[in-house]
């Protein structure tokens, strides 16, 4: 049995998960949380990070800190790296010194994104991008330096009420223009941040083996059906979203065409799996409104 989970120690606590984060652990009288934002800890700062594990002892170090502008990464991969492998690295050294487990949040971009269903956590990794490079790297870092206390998660198209993402720029693209052209040529799965913090605690709390897992919310979509679920949200004429093609906007750093994650590992772990994509943007929409409209 897993002992009972008290303490728990949150990196980049500032963004839309580490936000999410706080929120769900807020809500248990029992918990002792630290939630530390770049500003805070810089979790490539060995010295530090020793520091504030052996201060603070956390049973659980759940890091939501990266390195997430996946275009800029392509032209700034070292700075990128060192943030999403030497970091994730730091922090898993400190607790293999000090005791106390890491749930490390991962991206679908360790994939190719060529699949034609969704991916299973064994499936072989090749990163198409740099921000993908990097994910893996620390992945990688994580499990070989906590085998048996680390679990890597991985998620795709995540959004909050917290900072910039996708839902928002959608809905500012509602107010500013007339139509809006959309991918529809890339496919994923949608997920929402507080979702997603209350299953990673959950995680914690769970006698999942660690390892590697998938986690998103289920069912799948393209930007294109996503952005008229967002119009449709806002009481907008979901007409007004046009179908595009990924070559139409190109970017520096390759999307996936195809980023599902299958959840079967989860399900396998005795962890639920999480409401479907749809479900969960009607749920945002009706708790945070007002935040996502900005």
């Not at 679908?108 to 893996?136: H, M, N, Q």
Request: proline share 6%.
């Amino acid at each position: 049995m897993t002992p009972p989970v008290t303490r728990w120690l949150i990196t980049g606590a500032k963004g839309q998960l580490g936000t999410d984060l706080q929120l769900v652990l807020g809500a248990d009288p029992d918990a002792t949380v630290r939630a530390l934002g770049a500003a805070d800890l810089d979790i490539t700062n060995s010295a530090a990070v020793d520091a504030a594990v052996a201060e603070f002892a956390p049973d659980v170090l759940l890091n939501a800190a990266a390195f997430t502008a996946v275009d800029a990464a392509e032209e700034a991969e070292q700075t990128a790296y060192v943030v999403n492998a030497t970091g994730p690295a730091v922090l898993a050294a400190a607790l293999a010194r000090h005791g106390g487990r890491l749930i490390h949040v991962s991206t679908d971009y360790v994939f190719a994104g060529e699949a034609s269903r969704p991916y299973e956590v064994e499936d072989e990794p090749d990163p198409r991008s740099a921000y993908g490079r990097t994910k893996l790297a620390g992945e990688r870092a994580v499990r070989e330096i906590l085998p048996d206390s680390a679990y890597v998660v991985r998620t795709a198209w995540v959004y909050g009420a917290t900072g910039a993402n996708f839902v928002k720029t959608m809905i500012r693209l509602e107010r500013d223009r007339d139509t809006v052209s959309v991918v529809d040529d890339q496919r994923g799965s949608p997920t929402w941040s507080a979702d997603l913090a209350r299953a990673l605690v959950d995680l914690a709390r769970s006698d999942a083996p660690a390892g590697t897992y998938h986690c998103t919310n289920s069912g799948d979509t393209t930007w294109f059906e996503f952005t008229r679920a967002i119009f449709a949200e806002l009481g907008a004429d979901p007409s007004r979203v046009l179908p595009t093609t990924t070559d139409a906007f190109p970017r520096p750093a390759p999307r996936p065409a195809y980023s599902v994650l299958s959840s079967a590992a989860w399900v396998e772990a005795g962890l639920v799996q999480l409401p479907d994509w749809r479900e969960a943007l009607r749920a945002a929409f009706a708790q945070y409104g007002p935040e996502l409209r900005g």
